[in-house]
């Protein structure tokens, strides 16, 4: 090799070893990203699992409710219920709800929200 071609050789050897670093922090970059991508997509699913669960809970929640308001209402009107039977009415459409509560918060208690992705995701 020539004095004059020296130069031109080392800023050769610089430029592929700074062409290599750069191919390899870019496949590191490409997997941590994917990495990532991954799991947000896994957040995404158990959140909208627990969500659609957690919502399904509070339906059934509510419709129960809005069953025992109603057996409340009609327990007051002696044309619907009679009135000697309208405490066990009642009491009948509380324990109902009860059990319908007890249900929904035990559905709840099972499909917690996941974790956020700035915890899970690290």
């Known amino acids: 090799m020539d004095e004059k071609s020296r130069p031109w050789h080392l800023l050769d050897l610089v430029v592929k070893v700074v ?3 750069a191919l390899v922090l870019s496949l590191i970059g490409l997997w941590r990203w994917n990495e990532l991508a991954g799991c947000l997509a896994s957040y995404a699913d158990r959140s ?3 969500t659609g ?4 809970a ?3 929640d509510r419709l129960a409710q809005d069953a025992l308001w109603q057996a409340i209402a009609d327990a007051s009107d002696p044309a619907k219920v009679p009135p ?3 405490g066990d009415y009642v009491r ?3 324990a ?7 249900e929904a918060n035990k559905k709840r208690a099972e499909n917690p929200p996941p974790a956020p992705p700035s915890e899970a995701c690290r």
């Open 84 to 86: 000697a039977q309208a």
């Open 53 to 56: 669960a957690r919502s399904d």
């Open 92 to 94: 009948k459409a509380f």
């Open 19 to 21: 062409a290599i670093i």
């Open 96 to 102: 109902t709800f009860l059990a319908a509560r007890a």
């Open 48 to 50: 909208a699992r627990a």
């Open 58 to 60: 509070a339906e059934r």
